[in-house]
């Protein structure tokens, strides 16, 4: 019976293996994050708030730098504030909702683990 159920699993690898793995690491990944408040402008103010991962140094295969954290923007305060890393697709605030990107480490505050 273990041979059958081994075999199967075999059988079917290619094509539902990338799905499975992929709820296995969006699982993981709730596990070690923080939700946080997101800070920009001068003076700093809070214009996110958002979750911290602490796995992964990279987004989107590009490394982060030492002092930038990844982070998923969950809700928008100030939409038309500039992120402070911005990239080709997101320059403000309103167009990350939902996506990951790097913050400075400096300009985040844990609200919870």
Known sequence: MQQEQARGRVNTKGSCADEDEDEDEKELQTHISYLCKLFAGDPPRVVVIGRVYAIG???????LREDLS????????VADAEVPEPTSDIRFVGQALGTFIAWP?????????
Do not use: A, M, Q, Y
């Open 105 to 113: 480490t400096h300009l985040l505050k844990v609200v919870s683990k």
């Open 70 to 77: 990844r982070v998923v923007v969950e809700k928008v305060k």
């Open 57 to 63: 140094s990279t987004i989107h295969t590009l490394s």
